[in-house]
Every structure is written in C-alpha cells, then in structure tokens.
C-alpha cells in the first residue's frame, strides 16, 4: 500500500525566504505527482503536476521536482509572501489501480511579514 | 467557468437521518471521487467514478453510496447518519482515459455535522 509522508508537518519562515517543502513516498511505481494549496476553509487547488517521465515542473515562484528512484519530491518556494501561507500537499498516483491518488497529510506554512 | 462544485457547503444532521450531497462539473471529465477530510487523518477516498455508470469503493466506504447517472454529477448518499461521519467533504474530478490521466481539480467543500 502506497504511504506519502509530508515534513515538517509545520513551517515558519519570515517573509522572503526561499524554502523547501518535502513529500516521501513509499513505492516508486508512480503515474504521476501532484502538489496542492488549501486555505483554510477553502478546497484544494491545484499548482503543479509532474508525469513520472518528468523531472520537474515550474510555474512562477514555484518549482516542484520528483525522484522516482528514491521516492521523493519536493516543492520549491522562492521569495515567499505572506500569501503563500496555506497548507500544502503533495498527493501521488499509483500505476496499480491507476485512477486513485493517496495524499500526504500536508506541511502547515506560515510566512510573516 | 464553474469547475467542480458542491451542494450544500453546510448541513446538519441528526444521528439516522438521510442525506444527498450534489457533485456537478462542467470540463466533461471522466473521473470523479468524494473524499473526506479529517483532522490528523488527512483525505480519504470514500468512492470514485471512472466514467458514466460506473462506481467503486475507496479506503473508507462504509456508510456511504454513491451514484453518477450522468457524467457531469457525482452524488454521496447517507442512507443513516452517524456522528462518526461529522466531516468535510470534497469533490473531485480529472480528466481521464487508459494511459492519459489529468491533474486532479476540487470543489470548495462541504460541511456536515451530525448530531
């Protein structure tokens, strides 16, 4: 059974900083990777999706990287905002009933000003 | 354009009482699930839809149905409500075929207390 693991759990940093957020997984027989956004009270949005032929993705200040091999991604935060303070989680889609996805439990980020 | 969105965003219910929660999206995707989301447990898959007609039960189906007569909607039924169903619940849909699997979109949730 495929277990994604997200650390830290929580993160605060001051407004500026570029950080890391990480998202483990436990088979590497992957369809793809996907990271989400969740304001509180609000659903998950979507902000990038890596193939499992892929390496990595970019979109603005955002660049998220995968590792098949050894089970690893990570998300890539530059010049962070206040507004980037949301809980972010990556969730993976298995090749072995291909058509779900399980989710890591999120890292929590705070970025102040 | 709408995307994924859900019906009613707050319900409470007493213990056994029956409810329907409404699915709709507009981008013409194969695939839809509900998942549930709990302090600490994370998102759990209740049921998903891989196309017109079809369901199938996820990690925690138990006390659920579900239904996709028509592909734009998804509906989660309680036939009896328990407060260990007190959650959010989402939506989801992604485009979807053998091979080719999009990025998966939410709706913005729904809450449901039961008391």
């Known amino acids: 059974k495929q277990e994604v693991t997200q650390i830290p759990a929580a993160l605060s940093v001051p407004e500026g900083e570029n950080l890391v957020l990480n998202c483990s997984f436990t088979?590497?027989?992957?369809?793809?990777l996907q990271w989400f956004r969740q304001d509180p009270g609000k659903g998950l949005t979507s902000l990038l999706l890596?193939?499992?032929?892929?390496r990595e993705q970019t979109s603005g200040r955002l660049n998220a990287s995968l590792d098949k091999s050894s089970g690893r991604s990570t998300l890539y935060i530059a010049a962070s905002q206040p507004g980037d303070s949301a809980t972010y989680l990556c969730?993976?889609?298995?090749?072995?009933?291909?058509?779900?996805?399980?989710f890591g439990k999120g890292t929590m980020l705070l970025v102040s000003p | 354009n709408a995307g994924v969105t859900q019906t009613p965003k707050f319900r409470v219910l007493k213990t056994g009482q029956s409810m329907t929660l409404l699915c709709a999206q507009d981008?013409?995707?194969?695939?839809m699930y509900w998942y549930r989301q709990d302090p600490g447990m994370g998102l759990r898959l209740i049921h998903y839809?891989?196309?017109?007609?079809?369901?199938a039960k996820g990690e925690v189906p138990d006390g659920y149905n579900v239904s996709r007569l028509k592909k734009q909607n998804f509906l989660l039924g309680l036939e009896s409500a328990a407060p260990s169903q007190t959650s959010v619940y989402f939506c989801?849909?992604?485009?979807?075929?053998?091979?080719?699997?999009?990025?998966?979109?939410f709706g913005e949730g729904s809450r449901l207390t039961v008391l």
């Open positions: 981008m013409n995707h194969e695939y």
């Open positions: 890596i193939q499992s032929s892929q």
């Open positions: 088979d590497s027989a992957i369809y793809n």
């Open positions: 969730a993976v889609r298995g090749l072995a009933g291909y058509s779900t996805l399980t």
């Open positions: 839809s891989v196309g017109e007609g079809t369901t």
């Open positions: 989801a849909s992604s485009f979807g075929r053998t091979g080719d699997i999009g990025e998966l979109f």
